[in-house]
């Protein structure tokens, strides 16, 4: 009989044809392949309990098979929520049942429009998409400005993508509603020319709208104000707003074609068809136009107001020019929406004295009264508006302070807008339950939009919409047919599916495989550390969580070395002993395929690391079928820990003590304290052996017999292999001192018979017990 050493060495020096070996007998590899092909079509946890064959083997996997009567216990474990330390699994001290509980997901994967990770992201793209608008701006003013001096043609222009955006922004025109044939008509107009396009379109119908506004004011100025006259006078209103919005249309156009010096036939020289003022306007109307103040916007104003204020001669002069009002509404930290033209009129022409009680300001400052206070002493008009003689509207002192003023505040409103905008999307977003819900939420959609760069008035619903249901692992899909990145990354920034209606998250791994590997990195790396390492350990974590919902492709998860590092780590894997190379044939590798190369690596961590990713062949992300019950890495685990299992159970039919020593050797890394061996019978038969301690200390106090194996053992050394198989050899070579029958070894020699005394085979252990120090 070969001794212990011998029989644990030959099945250990070759691990991956031992196992092999044992999962090709016959009964293990159709036990392996029922239990491939039947788990995925369990669908509860009565139903996976009650056929036997399936329950049976993911027990004995685990080492639970002991266990198998007791359903009801089985049945709470499986029912646990793992992210809940109060769950039933997580309070039970035997990690075997986490371990099993981990291995399954009866539960489907909660849909969600967006993770966290999503969330934040949109969230942080919106801020920087709002913080670097003037840098946009500043970009398609210099493209604009060097590529319309190359113009020679209005339909030049009109077919330049960026220089047509350019302009109808800063006129204000309508990208989805425009006519070309009056744009290029406007383009080719002389304004001052009766007979040019503008004036015989647009300019009879200002005539005719000024005409009809006269008239209706007329007859308003006539009607007496009773419920008889209510409905002509609201007639009367609503054609008043009608023929201005002609004269605002014309307004615009006139705008546009004074901008350009195109011939009437819509031709130019290149280098003509703006001069230097043309085209300072024109940047001033884009930066203007849009919706936020940037820097580059608020110097305009300052400009302006700074160019204005000394003709000004009247309060209401002032307040008349929108623009003028809103900088001194601005500067004076009073732009809000109660404070309209006649508000800022009395301020400036309230009694200075504060003592007067009848004052405007005293009167109606209330919270306000030292910004209306300051606002009154910033000017110099008299209480009937106007100005003393020889006085101005603003001293320079004055002028400077108000400047001051305006640049402090230019952006608190959007600054306000924007931290409103996120609060109401992260509000409503947990509402959206499919993409109609989507665009149908106006403060989602334009958010959304927004944070990409997309304008919500010129991209349509239907275009999102259908975006949004684009399988992004489909170069043939709606999304790539685009050819905008910006709406590649808006499909990616939210989880809906083909039918419009949300889904589980379409993640690199699922969230309860980064809780498994999060909960495996905190465990190898706190086993014997500080509580400082364990919060390092967990901020690791944390880290790895937020990131891995970042990759997309394999090839991004295997150049971070970061996440490669952690992901080793948790699965009992040296970062250090593999290599770049090495990680990439694994995670080329297929999992079917007996012989592809992670299949033929002895350490089976590998395999159950690439089961735990969701990528297909081509390296991309997947979707997992929320159906199943156990991922790939839970149904290969289980079945390499069965075969592992019927490894160390076959080994044991012919020595126990061959079973005990793979016994330890696959515990042996996941002994954290004394109790881990004392609660295993295994392990402390393994300790007894090694240290040569009666059967009599287990009868000891068990805080006592902790402290028997601190002094004997240190845990430590059981996370270096090599010195976990130095006692293994020990144990092997005692193992069989203590079980052999004892015979006069002097007999043994003088009757050359080595059936009763130590064998060669015991020889050769004793010789390399010796050697290897143990």
């Known amino acids: 009989m070969l001794s212990t050493y011998t029989s644990y060495n030959l099945i250990s020096k070759d691990m991956l044809k031992s196992l092999d070996r044992t999962a090709a007998e016959t009964s293990n590899a159709r036990e392996a392949e029922y239990y491939k092909e039947n788990i995925g079509k369990v669908g509860s946890v009565d139903a996976f309990l009650d056929d036997y064959r399936l329950y049976s083997y993911a027990m004995k996997a685990y080492g639970l098979d002991d266990m198998t009567y007791a359903k009801a216990f089985m049945r709470k474990v499986l029912d646990s929520d793992l992210t809940d330390a109060n ?35 949109i969230i942080g793209l919106y801020s920087a998409t ?31 993508d960026r220089l047509r955006n350019y302009v109808f922004t ?45 008239a209706a004011n007329a007859e308003l100025a006539g009607l007496p104000s009773n419920d008889a006259n209510k409905a002509r006078i609201a007639e009367l209103r609503a054609e008043i707003t009608r023929q201005n919005a002609v004269i605002a249309n014309a307004q615009k156009y ?90 800022i009129s009395n301020i400036l022409t309230s009694d200075p004295d504060p003592n007067d009680a ?36 603003q001293t320079a002192v004055q002028t400077a302070a108000a400047a001051r003023g305006y640049m402090v505040h230019y952006n608190d409103k959007d600054d306000d807008a924007d931290a409103t905008a996120v609060k109401r999307f992260k509000s409503q977003i947990g509402a959206v339950k499919s993409v109609q819900d989507f665009v149908g939420e106006a403060s989602v959609y334009n958010f959304a939009l927004k944070a990409f760069g997309l304008d919500p008035a010129s991209v349509s619903a239907f275009t999102v919409k259908r975006v949004l249901k684009s399988d992004l692992n489909d170069p043939r899909s709606y999304v790539y047919q685009l050819k905008d990145d910006r709406f590649v990354q808006l499909a990616k920034a939210f989880n809906f599916g083909a039918d419009g209606n949300i889904t589980a998250p379409k993640l690199a791994q699922s969230e309860s495989e980064i809780l498994v590997m999060s909960r495996a990195y905190v465990t190898a790396k706190s086993r014997f550390g500080t509580k400082d390492d364990k919060a390092k350990a967990e901020e690791e974590a944390k880290y790895y969580a937020t990131q891995i919902q970042r990759v997309e492709t394999t090839k991004e998860f295997l150049s971070d070395e970061r996440l490669v590092s952690f992901v080793l780590t948790a699965n009992g894997i040296d ?74 159970e076959e080994a044991g039919n012919d020595n126990a003590g061959v079973r005990l020593a793979l016994y330890f050797e696959r515990k042996a890394a996941t002994i954290t304290t004394p109790y881990d061996i004392l609660a295993d019978d295994a392990l402390f038969e393994v300790f007894k052996v090694v240290y040569q301690l009666p059967d009599e200390v287990g009868s000891a106090n068990i805080d006592a017999q902790a402290e028997m194996i601190k002094r004997h053992l240190d845990l430590k050394e059981l996370q270096d292999p090599q010195a976990v198989s130095k006692m293994i050899v020990k144990f092997s070579v005692l193992y069989d001192l203590n079980n052999q029958a004892t015979t006069d070894p002097a007999l043994s020699v003088l009757t050359n018979s080595g059936s009763s005394g130590i064998s060669a085979d015991l020889m050769m252990s004793l010789a390399q017990l010796r050697t290897g120090g143990a």
């Open 87 to 121: 769950s039933f699994a997580n309070k039970l001290s035997d990690e075997r049942y986490r371990n099993f509980a981990s291995a399954f997901s009866f539960s489907a994967s909660t849909a969600t429009p967006q993770t966290e990770t999503q969330l934040d992201e």
């Open 130 to 160: 709002a913080a670097n608008a003037g840098s946009a701006i500043k970009e398609e003013t210099r493209y604009y400005n060097i590529v319309i001096d190359t113009v020679t043609s209005a339909d030049q222009l009109l077919n330049n």
């Open 575 to 648: 970062p250090k002993s593999v290599d770049p190379v090495f990680m990439e044939k694994i995670f080329a590798s297929d999992l079917d395929d007996p012989k592809s190369f992670v299949n033929r690596q002895a350490d089976r961590g590998f395999r159950k690391i690439v089961a735990s990713f969701n990528f297909n062949a081509e390296g991309k992300i997947k979707q997992p079928d929320d159906a199943e019950i156990q991922s790939r890495r839970g149904i290969y685990e289980t079945i390499d820990s069965h075969v592992r299992q019927m490894l160390e």
């Open 358 to 393: 009848t004052s405007y300001i005293n009167l109606f400052g209330g919270a306000d009264k030292a910004k209306y206070v300051a606002l009154r002493a910033a000017f110099n008009f008299q209480d009937d508006g106007s100005l003393a003689a020889g006085d101005t509207a």
């Open 170 to 214: 800063a006129f204000g025109i309508d990208p989805n509603t425009y006519s070309r044939t009056v744009v290029r008509g406007v383009l080719g107009s002389d304004p001052d020319d009766p007979g040019s396009y503008f004036n015989t379109t647009f300019g009879a119908r200002a005539e005719e709208a000024a005409s009809a506004i006269e």
């Open 254 to 343: 006139r705008a546009l074609a004074e901008a350009y010096s195109f011939a009437s036939d819509g031709t130019a020289t290149a280098g003509t068809v703006q001069d230097a003022a043309q085209k300072a306007g024109t940047n001033q109307l884009y930066t203007l136009s849009n919706p936020r103040v940037t820097s580059e916007a608020a110097l305009m104003n300052k400009d302006y107001f700074e160019s204005r204020i000394g003709s000004i001669t009247t309060a209401h002069e002032l307040v008349s020019d929108p623009r003028l009002l809103n900088y001194i509404k601005v500067a004076f930290d009073l732009n809000k929406a109660s404070v309209v033209s006649s508000t």
